[in-house]
């Protein structure tokens, strides 16, 4: 066989996941996904789910919530926490509106 060139039995009968271009025929292959690699997507999938949507979300609604109540230790462990989930907070913080409401100063 010379190099891009095929046999007249290759040309007459092409595999269904070839692609044709021109002289060349390239072969298409998907290799089939095994179990452990599933499991592992899905694991992968699952702890990202939760670093970037479960806990920032439970976190800012905790936040919210203790805003004007939270002691100095329960304040400072708050914001380490939000540093470690910054990317998931990062995410919500366009959509989530949490500013003081303007009080109302009729004397």
């Not at 010379?2 to 007249?8: E, M, R």
């Not at 004007?68 to 990062?90: C, D, H, K």
Request: avoid cysteine.
């Amino acid at each position: 066989m010379i190099w891009g060139k095929q046999s007249a039995k290759q040309a007459l009968r092409p595999s269904p996941q070839a692609l044709q271009l021109g002289e060349w025929t390239i072969a298409m292959t998907m290799p089939a996904l095994s179990n452990d690699f599933l499991l592992a997507a899905g694991a992968y999938a699952g702890i990202a789910g939760v670093y970037l949507v479960v806990i920032p979300l439970a976190l800012i609604f905790y936040a919210r919530q203790r805003w004007y109540i939270a002691g100095s230790i329960e304040r400072t462990l708050l914001y380490g926490l939000v540093f470690v989930f910054f990317p998931g907070m990062l995410l919500f913080s366009p959509f989530l509106n949490f500013r003081p409401q303007p009080r109302n100063l009729k004397a």
